[in-house]
């Protein structure tokens, strides 16, 4: 079926450092998108939202862009943080429907 | 709030037995929820949607015989593996939004770990 793809399996920065990290979904359908956080041996944890009537949306301390034009997704980490390790995946929605779809996940490392 | 639960949290069967999977909303009430399995270093892959009161949706590929799934009631949907084979093992998690409305996020229970031997 269609899926939704990362662009950097693994990403390594330093703390302080902003992170971003990447998705390319393939469903123009697709009309809803969340970031998940996932810690090892644990469910995915929400992160951000946003719908596809926006651009941009900013919570605390990330921030999600949305490019429809290239379906392309970000999420922006700043200051990173040790606890911000782990691994990060989009979802998508279509037809305002709660089922989702996942990416591939990008581990992200907080090195000290 | 928003509060999924699954039990157990890991479990070992031996191969050719069947294994049953709980999913709880605690603290709503979800007349849909979601079963995810998950490989090692690998994404959430949707196996397919949990219907209160009907039959469930499965996903292409998911086998339905292998897999059942019932939802009972509002707050309760299972998954049994059925003849668990080796290939079988997998982080199983269960999802649920307890929102009426769309375009809500799913909330995820903290998944199941089902190593068949």
């Known amino acids: 079926g269609e899926s939704v793809g990362l662009h950097l399996p693994t990403l390594s920065v330093q703390e302080g450092d902003n992170s971003i990290i990447n998705c390319a979904y393939s469903?123009?359908?697709?009309?809803?998108f969340i970031w998940y956080k996932q810690e090892s041996g644990k469910g995915p944890q929400f992160i951000i939202d946003?719908?596809?009537?926006?651009d941009k949306r900013q919570g605390q301390r990330v921030t999600v862009l949305l490019n429809k034009t290239v379906k392309h997704l970000s999420l922006q980490i700043a200051a990173t943080q040790p606890g911000d390790s782990a691994v990060y995946f989009c979802a998508e929605s279509r037809y305002n429907f709660n089922k989702f779809y996942f990416g591939s996940g990008t581990k992200l490392n907080v090195k000290p | 709030g928003a509060v999924v639960s699954q039990h157990p949290s890991w479990v070992i069967c031996k191969s050719g037995t069947s294994v049953k999977i709980e999913c709880r909303s605690l603290d709503f009430q979800a007349t849909t929820m979601f079963w995810y399995r998950q490989f090692p270093k690998q994404s959430l892959m949707l196996m397919a949607t949990s219907n209160e009161g009907s039959k469930a949706t499965y996903e292409q590929g998911v086998e339905k015989d292998k897999f059942l799934i019932n939802h009972a009631s509002l707050t309760l949907s299972t998954l049994t593996v059925t003849s668990a084979h080796p290939e079988d093992s997998s982080f199983y998690i269960c999802s649920a939004s307890p929102r009426v409305v769309f375009n809500s996020p799913l909330h995820f229970g903290n998944g199941t770990r089902l190593t068949v031997t």
């Open positions: 469903n123009s359908a697709s009309d809803y």
């Open positions: 946003i719908r596809s009537n926006m």
